[in-house]
C-alpha cells in the first residue's frame, strides 16, 4: 500500500512539474467550451436582410419590422430591383433577400393571397436551412394574427414546441461532446503517453526489476488522469451551467455517474494503447488519430449518426464517447435517470472490462 | 552453489534488416558457418558461474551481447535457450524472487529526470519495502558525496553524479546481486576510478556484482573477467591469468608517421597483427620462431628495416601486455 501511494505521489509530481503540461490539461476544457459556445456557433443570429419591396404598404412595413425586430435577423437595407439583390448577395452584405410582390397589401385584403419571395444564400445549407425555416415563422406568425378576427375555420394551426431545447442553442449538443472528448483526450492519450514514456526513458526496466506489482504501476499512471478528468468534469459543468446557461435537467448524481463509467472507460483505453506501443510518438498518433477522429465524427457530437451511412453507424457502435454523449444528453438536457440510459450505461461496462481484461493480459512483465 | 550460474544462454534477435546475427551464443549446428568456431568447452550458447562476493566482469566492445546477457539475467527477457539460476532461482521460473533481491543499473541513465535526487531514493527505496534509512549504511558513501545537492532534479546532474545516484537507486534494498550494466561509460576518469573504488567496497559487504564495461582498462579491477565479442566469450579468468597466458611476443612501436607506420606494419608478413593503442602500436610476432629461423623477427632488424623504408625516429620496445592486447590476440584468432 505504501509502495502505491509513494507511486502515486510519484505520478502527481511528474504532472505538476511540467507546468505547460498542466496547463493546458486544466485550460483545454475551457477554451473547448469557449470556442463551442461562442466562436463557433452554429446558431443563426442577425442574418442580414435586404428588402425588395416596390409598394411601401402596411402589411409590408409590419413584416419587415418583425423581421428585424427578431434576433435572428437584421435588415440592412432596400433595394430596387433584382440586379442589386445579386449585387448584395456577391458582396457579402446579405445572406436573405425578401420580395414583395407588387401591391402585396392590397392583393391580401382583397383576395386574401399574396406572395413574397425569399433567396437565401444557401453556400451553409444548414444555416440557409435554419434562417429560412425562421423567415417563415415570423410570416406565418404575421399571416395568423391578422387573419384571426375573421377566421372562419378550416384553418390548420401547426404549433411547433421545440422539447427539451426551446432556444435551439447548439450548446446543448455540444456540451456532452466536449465532455465526450475531453475525457478520451486527457484519459486515454495522456494516461497512454505516460506509461510509454517509462518505457522509453527506460525506468520501466528498474520498475520492472522490483518488486512492484503491475497493478501498482498501472493503478498509479492512472491515477492522477482520473483526477485531472474528474476536475474537467466539473469545469465543464460549470461553464455549461453559469456562462452557457445549460442547465443540467436531470439528476447530477446519474450523470457523475455516467461520467466515471466514461472515464474507466478511457483510461483502459489509454492503457491498451500503452500496451501496444513502445514509444511517445506513437502512442500520440494512436489516441490522436484512432480517438479523437471517431469521437468527433462518429459519436453523433458534429454530425447526427442517424444520416450516417450504415457501415458508418455499425463503426460507430465500438466508440465509447457515442454512447456517454447520448447518455449525457438524456440525463443533462431531457432531464431523465439512469432508468433510461441502461443500455448506454451496459455498453460502457462492457466495453470498459472487455478494454481493461485485454490490457491486463497484454501488459509485459518483461521487455518484450 | 554459485550465486550466478549460467549454462548454454543462447539468444539470438535481428536487431536490424541486414539479418546480421544480434544476441549471445551460438546455436549448435547453425547453417552459417562462417564464425561457428567451437568455443572452448562452452558449446553452443555461454556458460559461466560466478561466486558469491565476486567481482565478474564482462568486457567486450559495443553491440558485443553485453546488455542482452544482463537483460536475460535480470529476467528482462527470455533466452531461447540455455539456462541460468542467480541464488538459485531460475530466471524465467522464479523470476519474481530474482526481482526482490537483485540490484540492476542499466546502462542508460533511467532515473526519473524531473524528480529530486532525494525523491528518487525515496521513491526507489518504497518501492523495494524499504526505508532509506534501513540500508543507509550501505549507500552512505555513495551518497554523502551527492547529499548537498539532493534537492536538485536528477536531470540536472552531472554525468558522475547521475551515475552515483543510480547506484545509490540500485543498492538501497540491499540486493545480494549487483547487475550494472556499463556503469561507467560515458563518465570522466576521476568519476570512474571512483566508482570502482566502490564497487570494491560493496564487496566487502559480501554482494556479488557483475558488470559490464567496454573499457579494458577497467577489466584489472575485477575478481575474474569474460572477454565477449559478437556474443561469444572469448575466455573467462582472472585478469592476471589472462595477462599471463598472452602467447606472443609483444612491442611497441613509435615513429614520426604514425599512420604510415601502421600501414608498413600490416603490410609486413612477419608481424603477426599490429594495432593503434593509445599514442604507440602494438605489434605482437610469435614468441618461439622456428628453430634456427635467421629471418625471425627481432627488435633491431625491424627498427632498421623500418629506418630504410623512410621512417624516422623509430623506436620500438618490449612491453608488457594488457587485457586489451590479450582481447585483440584472442579475436584474432577466431
Known amino acids: 500500500m505504501k509502495q502505491l501511494l509513494s507511486f502515486i505521489r510519484k505520478e502527481f509530481h511528474h504532472i505538476f512539474r511540467d507546468k505547460a503540461t498542466v496547463m493546458i490539461l486544466l485550460l483545454m476544457p475551457i477554451i473547448q467550451i469557449i470556442l463551442f459556445g461562442f466562436a463557433l456557433s452554429q446558431e443563426v443570429k442577425n442574418t442580414k436582410v435586404v428588402v425588395l419591396s416596390t409598394t411601401s404598404d402596411e402589411a ?110 447548439s450548446a446543448f449538443n455540444f456540451v456532452p461532446g466536449v465532455l465526450g472528448m475531453i475525457m478520451i483526450l486527457i484519459c486515454a492519450m495522456m494516461t497512454s503517453i505516460a506509461i510509454v514514456r517509462e518505457k522509453e526513458m527506460g525506468t520501466m526496466e528498474i520498475l520492472l526489476v522490483s518488486p512492484m506489482k503491475p497493478m501498482y504501476t498501472i493503478l498509479s499512471k492512472i491515477s492522477p488522469y482520473f483526477v485531472l478528468s474528474v476536475i474537467n468534469f466539473a469545469t465543464i459543468m460549470l461553464l455549461s451551467v453559469f456562462v452557457l446557461k445549460v442547465p443540467i435537467a436531470g439528476s447530477f448524481i446519474s450523470l457523475f455517474i455516467v461520467s466515471l463509467l466514461y472515464i474507466f472507460v478511457a483510461l483502459a483505453l489509454g492503457l491498451l494503447i500503452s500496451t501496444v506501443t513502445n514509444s511517445q ?48 444528453k438524456t440525463i443533462m438536457i431531457k432531464g431523465l435517470g439512469l432508468g433510461a440510459v441502461l443500455k448506454d450505461v451496459g455498453v460502457l461496462v462492457l466495453m470498459g472490462t472487455v478494454l481493461v481484461t485485454i490490457s491486463l493480459k497484454k501488459f509485459k512483465v518483461r521487455l518484450e | 552453489m554459485y550465486t550466478i550460474e549460467v549454462k548454454n544462454l543462447y539468444k539470438n534477435y535481428y536487431s536490424d534488416k541486414s539479418g546480421k546475427f544480434a544476441g549471445i551464443g551460438k546455436k549448435p549446428n547453425t547453417e552459417d558457418d562462417s564464425n561457428s568456431v567451437p568455443l572452448q568447452g562452452l558449446g553452443a550458447g555461454i556458460s559461466f558461474d560466478v561466486n ?32 541460468a539460476t542467480i541464488d538459485g532461482f531460475d530466471v524465467v521460473k522464479d523470476y519474481k524472487e530474482i526481482r526482490k533481491r537483485v540490484g540492476y543499473m542499466p546502462g542508460r541513465f533511467s532515473l526519473y529526470q524531473d524528480l529530486t535526487v ?138 614520426d608517421t604514425m599512420h604510415k607506420l601502421l600501414e608498413d606494419l600490416r603490410k609486413d608478413e612477419q608481424v603477426k597483427s599490429s594495432f593503434a593503442f593509445g599514442d604507440s602500436i602494438h605489434i605482437t610476432s610469435p614468441l618461439n620462431p622456428p628453430e634456427g629461423d635467421l629471418n625471425s623477427l627481432s627488435i633491431d632488424k625491424l627498427t632498421k628495416y623500418l629506418t630504410k623504408i623512410g621512417h624516422k625516429n623509430v623506436e620500438i620496445k618490449e612491453i608488457e601486455p594488457t587485457i586489451e592486447d590479450c582481447f585483440m590476440n584472442l579475436s584474432q584468432t577466431k
Open chain 2, 52 to 83: 558469491r562476493g565476486e567481482i565478474f566482469g564482462i568486457i567486450g566492445p559495443d553491440g558485443a551481447g553485453k546488455t542482452t546477457l544482463f537483460r536475460i539475467l535480470t529476467t528482462l527477457i527470455l533466452a531461447e535457450s540455455g539456462t
Open chain 1, 60 to 169: 409590408t412595413r409590419r413584416i419587415i419590422n418583425r423581421i428585424d425586430a427578431s434576433e435572428y435577423f437584421d435588415v440592412v437595407g432596400t433595394v430596387h430591383n433584382s440586379d442589386e439583390i445579386d449585387a448584395a448577395f456577391r458582396d457579402g452584405k446579405a445572406k436573405l433577400a425578401m420580395i414583395f410582390e407588387d401591391h402585396f397589401s392590397e392583393n391580401l385584403k382583397h383576395t386574401g393571397k399574396s406572395h413574397i419571395q425569399l433567396i437565401a444564400d444557401a453556400t451553409d445549407p444548414n444555416a440557409a436551412n435554419s434562417f429560412m425555416f425562421y423567415a417563415s415563422n415570423i410570416i406565418t406568425n404575421y399571416q395568423q394574427d391578422i387573419s384571426q378576427p375573421q377566421s372562419g375555420g378550416g384553418m390548420i394551426v401547426p404549433e411547433v414546441k421545440m422539447l427539451y431545447n426551446p432556444q435551439m442553442k
Open chain 2, 118 to 255: 532525494e525523491e528518487n531514493l525515496e521513491f526507489f527505496a518504497t518501492v523495494f519495502n524499504t526505508t532509506i534509512e534501513e540500508n543507509y549504511e550501505l549507500i552512505k558513501d555513495i551518497y554523502v558525496q551527492i547529499e548537498p545537492f539532493k534537492k536538485r532534479r536528477a536531470g540536472k546532474l552531472s554525468g558522475g553524479m547521475k551515475q552515483k545516484l543510480a547506484l545509490s537507486c540500485a543498492l538501497i534494498h540491499k540486493p545480494s546481486v549487483l547487475f550494472l550494466d556499463e556503469p561507467t561509460t560515458g563518465v570522466d576518469p576521476v568519476s570512474r576510478k571512483e566508482f570502482w573504488g566502490m564497487l570494491q567496497k560493496l564487496r566487502e559487504q559480501g554482494i556479488t556484482i557483475l558488470v559490464s564495461t567496454p573499457y579494458m582498462d577497467e577489466a584489472s579491477l575485477c575478481d575474474r573477467i569474460a572477454l565477449i565479442q559478437n556474443g561469444q566469450f572469448l575466455k573467462i579468468d582472472t585478469p592476471q591469468y589472462i595477462v599471463s597466458q598472452f602467447a606472443d611476443v609483444l612491442w611497441a612501436a613509435k615513429s
Open chain 1, 281 to 328: 510518438l506513437a502512442a500520440m498518433m494512436i489516441s490522436g488519430m484512432g480517438l479523437m477522429i471517431p469521437v468527433m465524427l462518429l459519436s453523433g457530437m458534429i454530425f447526427p449518426i442517424e444520416n450516417m451511412p450504415a457501415f458508418l453507424r455499425f463503426i460507430s457502435n465500438f466508440v465509447p464517447a457515442r454512447w456517454y454523449i447520448d447518455a449525457v
